[in-house]
């Protein structure tokens, strides 16, 4: 007989969200309930993954109802709770205004939530022992001093890693363009793999919740939507993960971020030894999140290769005729990379963490990013008028 390490709950719900607070209850009640996870006077960082501005039903972004529920889940035993992401979008204010028409903000603070956008929290810097990859980085303070996380993915396939889900939400911890360096790093599906279980070593959540209501597999077309009906809850991330990879068609061992966390022992990958509680994975219509393996893995190539040349050159650049010389930007820079240079902020870029929170909370909106000539060249505008809105995946 095979032991069983960890439960996960999977739990049937309308496609259309409008009973999917009840089906979060149910699944948190399968997994032992709320009190299991969550004390009173607990600080709570509820963790969405808000990529784009799209809502729930596209299936891109973690539907603002699954949010709202587990904030109000968690008020009820008396815990303060904070929302935070920080999207994968790339103009000034584009985190705020990803969390505002998502509907996160107005559903989460009805709910009693206070909601923060990352890209402008501060951030502290953390060390990693033992990271293969990411031997440091820059996270956002609440996901650090939080004493519980709720992490709370959208069922979606992914360019690199093949599954977007519980263990890579955490990098959605990470400021503004710390995300861009961790894809300079992760410059291969298995170093990205390796990068994001390294930032799982040191931002672990106590509970997963999956919106794996509505989802989004193949190249994120609009035809590639998904629609499972499902919460999948459990304490250990792996193994949410490795339960809605196996619905989304594939071996969770053929999905590195779950087969090097599996190896390291930070989570059960293995399915003979999770318990489902809920639906039983054979009652389950598979929603593939692949249509295509080869597609699929071209796709995942070109994206890592176009990433090193595109993405990774990101740097702040300012606009001087916005500029109003009133120092901000050096006030919320982390690193202290910035100076005054005639009236004008100077980057010493060599210092410079790419966490764009100067770009993301100048006043005149006086900073823009430059992705170097080529990138530049490619994105079809200028040097000097840069005002990106490319998603970082
Ligand atoms: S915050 Fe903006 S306006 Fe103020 S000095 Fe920096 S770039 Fe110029
Ligand atoms: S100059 Fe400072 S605030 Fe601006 S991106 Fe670099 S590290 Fe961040």
Not at 378 to 383: A, P
Request: glycine share 8%; with cysteine; hydrophobic share 40%.
């Amino acid at each position: 007989m095979v032991d069983v390490n960890t439960r996960v709950a999977v739990v049937r719900t309308q496609r259309n969200y409008s009973e999917v607070e009840e089906a979060v209850r149910e699944a948190l009640d399968l997994i032992g309930g709320p009190g299991s996870f969550i004390q009173s006077d607990q600080d709570i960082l509820i963790k969405p993954n808000l990529l784009n501005t799209k809502g729930g039903e596209s299936g891109m972004t973690t539907d603002s109802r699954v949010t709202a529920t587990l904030v109000k889940i968690a008020r009820e035993q008396g815990s303060k709770v904070v929302v935070g992401d920080s999207s994968g979008m790339r103009f000034h204010g584009a985190s705020e205004r990803v969390i505002r028409e998502t509907g996160t903000r107005s559903a989460c603070e009805a709910a009693g939530g206070q909601v923060v956008s990352f890209d402008s929290t501060p951030s502290l810097r953390v060390e990693i022992p033992d990271a293969r990859i990411l031997k440091e980085c820059y996270v956002a303070q609440p996901a650090i001093e939080a004493d519980v996380i709720i992490t709370v993915p959208k069922f979606k396939s992914h360019a690199l890693t093949k599954f977007t889900g519980a263990v890579k939400n955490q990098l959605g911890c990470l400021p503004g363009g710390q995300k861009t360096i961790a894809h300079r790093l992760g410059s291969t599906p298995e170093r990205f793999a390796q990068l994001l279980v390294d930032l799982y070593t040191i931002i672990r959540p106590r509970l997963a919740v999956m919106d794996a209501v509505v989802g989004i597999g193949g190249l994120w077309r609009s035809t590639d939507r998904l629609t499972p009906g499902l919460i999948i809850a459990g304490e250990d991330a792996v193994a949410v993960d490795a339960v809605a990879v196996r619905i989304g068609g594939f071996d969770p061992g053929d999905v590195p971020t779950l087969r090097i966390a599996a190896e390291s022992g930070l989570g059960v990958a293995d399915l003979n030894c999770i318990e489902i509680a809920g639906s039983r994975l054979e009652d389950i219509a598979p929603a593939h999140l692949v249509s295509n393996r080869r597609i699929s893995d071209l796709f995942g190539f070109l994206f890592s290769t176009l990433s090193q040349f595109f993405i990774s050159k990101q740097n702040p650049k300012v606009h001087p005729e916005k500029c109003t010389g009133c120092t901000h930007c050096l006030e919320v820079c982390p690193v202290e990379a910035i100076s005054m240079a005639s009236d004008r902020p100077l980057f010493n870029l060599d210092e410079c963490i790419r966490c764009f929170c100067c770009h993301e909370l100048c006043p005149q909106q006086a900073v823009g990013i430059d992705w170097g000539l080529l990138g530049n060249r490619v994105m079809g505008r200028s040097r000097s008028s840069q005002t990106s809105a490319e998603t970082i995946p």
